[in-house]
């Protein structure tokens, strides 16, 4: 399946597929005409598809192996990568390939946005949340010591390749994140996708899922790119869910803490009237289904780390609030009012 997105700065196809990875290099047009890639990706990817990505590209193609895992998102790495693609003697209409998760994606598309005042890159998602989410979009990023993505830009990627039989190796837990993100899809688009998660994510419905989900973001990302108002619905039960990932100190994975989050504002929604009892089981059942747990913390607690979110402008809070499966809003509330709102 291919989904062509519409940038600021030009289109990009995200292709989905079986057995693609060992063609990255055609479909997504790099090493063409004696241009070179450098491939970064992670410890744990690259002993599992490393192998299988380069033998599609030039011998002499370098690579660049990062620890897997959220601390690599830091200016340091992104600094030393940087340095390596001088080292390796990449020029301006070469590539970066970033291969694997949201970490990988986020950070290789960061060095890849700065290196020559921005070079192409191509994002080879491995995991479901890097499938249905973070490889789609441009957003790129590391981590400041203030917090999460502090240093990004809005730097889209020449292509994004996706060959869902990586996604078979990801780690129960992993793969459970992804699901939250999922779970994020189905509420705001509802239709398909709703049914889709419903039902059961199996290997038959996988490669639809992705589509469906890409294509979700495709028209938001379409709108508004730079997320000054529709993309903001994207962060649907993260106002809590970075919340909860900072009262339980990282205890709770992210995805698992999305869907907290989800459940306080669907709960808080049903509350104050303006989500039917119906559409809330069905959020509720949903979330169930895939086992995600309640938030243990009382909420008025996790209540108090919102005020360090970066999305807060002019002393209010972006929340995104559910009306109905498929219909959610964005409201903007102090912290006063989202503190009564979900109380
Ligand atoms: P991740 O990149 O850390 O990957 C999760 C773990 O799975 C890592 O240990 C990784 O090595 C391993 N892994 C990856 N692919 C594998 C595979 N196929 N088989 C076995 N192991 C595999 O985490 P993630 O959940 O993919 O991404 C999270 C990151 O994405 C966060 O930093 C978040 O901020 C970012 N994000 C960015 C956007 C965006 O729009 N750019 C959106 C959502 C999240
Ligand atoms: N994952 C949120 C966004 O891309 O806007």
Known sequence: MKTTIAAATGSYPVISGHGILKDVRTLAGVCEGGRRAVVITDDNVAPLYLDTLLSSLPADTPRHIVPHGEASKNWTLAGELTEALAADGLCRDDAVIALGGGVVGDLAGFVA?????GISYVQVPTTLLAAIDSSVGGKTAVDLKAGKNLAGRIYPPKAVVCDLDTLSTLPGTEWKCGLGEAV??????GGEIFDIMREGVTENNLERLVDLAVDYKRRIVEEDENEKGLRRLLNLGHTFGHAVETESALGFPHGVCVAMGI????????????LPKEDYLAVTSLLQKYGFPDCP??????AEHIVHDKK?????INVVTIRGIGKCDVVPMTLGELKEFVS
């Open 263 to 274: 459940k306080i504002i669907a709960r808080a929604c049903v509350k104050a009237g303006m």
């Open 113 to 117: 946005s700065v290196y020559m005042r």
């Open 184 to 189: 994020k899809y189905a509420v705001l688009a």
């Open 297 to 302: 913390y009382p909420v008025g607690a996790v």
């Open 312 to 316: 807060i402008e002019s002393g209010k």
